[in-house]
């Protein structure tokens, strides 16, 4: 079972200041690399109606977790609280975010949502998308803040939101009709990672992560990469270092070897990286 009490309790529903999300931010900074736990994090980006998010609250409760995060939601009306039954406290105490970015700017992982599947336009930022019982597996023995998002109920994510996504998840549902409610959805979800065994591997900050991501843009410009292509590639590297559930050493061994290139690159062309990065 995942223990998320361990991890200080949301802010009541009220927008956050920029001081207090820097002192969320600060507190937790450390929390990945000394703490032996597995925090789950739900967070709804735009919900449209009360009584997905009063439902949501009811199933957080109903498999144990306890943290849920608003992106601009929909006012929370009667219909929510009547919808939440006994889980109100967990709804009460919901951190409302003006951004996706604010809302998981302390996460190890993002694994963000998608019930699309098979599509052209866009396809590659879709892909590849696992089943429930397979991020499990990927999150066992792992310690860190995963933060798992739900899109909207009528378009989901956006292209953009996906973007910032290190990690995928799709339900198995029939083609004819593939695309859940949204606290069902959420529920699937939570009965696959409610039984994960939290472990001692801590997982790279966002920071850390953002910082590589970064890194191998500049080393894609260095290295005169097509510039059709950057985009798409950084994002498939992107993917491929979210399977990886990268830790901090790893991260900064990767970054050691991107900024090698970056010096040998510019060491042949006679001139210094312009794009030299440093922590």
Known sequence: MVYNQ???APKSITELSDSAMHDAHENKKTDTADRHDLHLRVVLNEPLYGGNIGSTARVLKNFGFRDL????????????WMMA???RDLLGNARICGSLQEATIDSNLIIGTTGARGETTG??????????????????????CVSIVFGREDHGLTNEELMMCDLL??????????????SHAVSVVLYELCDIVAGDVPLANRRELDLLYGHIEDVLCDLNYPVHKRHKTALMLR?????????AREVSTMRGILRLTSY??????GEGSANARSD
């Not at 429930?132 to 792992?142: D, F, G, S, T, V």
């Not at 040998?264 to 062309?269: A, C, E, R, Y």
């Open 6 to 8: 361990a991890w200080d």
């Open 169 to 182: 998840v799709s339900i198995p549902t029939s083609d004819e009709y593939p695309i859940m409610n949204l």
């Open 85 to 87: 039954q006994h889980a």
């Open 69 to 80: 995060v608003l992106v601009n939601p929909c006012p929370i009306d009667k219909e929510a």
């Open 123 to 144: 396809r590659h930022l879709r892909i590849p998308a696992y089943p429930p019982e397979r991020i499990r597996e990927k999150l066992n023995y792992k310690s860190g």
């Open 239 to 247: 993917r491929i270092f979210g399977r990886a559930e990268l830790t």
């Open 264 to 269: 040998h690159v510019g060491s042949q062309s």
